[in-house]
């Protein structure tokens, strides 16, 4: 983790993040948090995440996300070479799945 990243404002905002129980709570605080083209941006990065884990075509991902190539060129390099952080969240998303909820 980058120090100019974490700091206690950080670490706050995480602690407030982790405090959200419902799909409800979420789409609240971050409309409050962020601008529609943020969460936009975000959800816009997972997807392009989920489709390179899936070895999808930078063409196919480009299509169905509207993302462009820098920014599946940049969401690839933090897959590949970042903290894991998609991929552990990917992980905790399907045992969620295995386990029916």
Not at 52 to 79: C, F, H, P, W
């Amino acid at each position: 983790m980058s120090k100019k990243l974490k700091t206690e404002e950080m670490d706050q905002l995480f602690d407030g993040i982790l405090s959200l129980r419902t799909r409800e709570e979420c789409y609240a605080f971050f409309e409050d948090v962020c601008t529609v083209n943020e969460m936009l941006s975000l959800s816009q990065r997972f997807e392009v995440a989920r489709m390179l884990r899936e070895q999808k075509t930078y063409l196919d991902i480009a299509e169905k996300t509207g993302a462009s190539t820098a920014t599946i060129s940049r969401v690839n390099r933090a897959l590949n070479y970042g903290n894991d952080g998609y991929d552990l969240v990917f992980a905790r998303l399907a045992e969620r799945s295995a386990d029916g909820n």
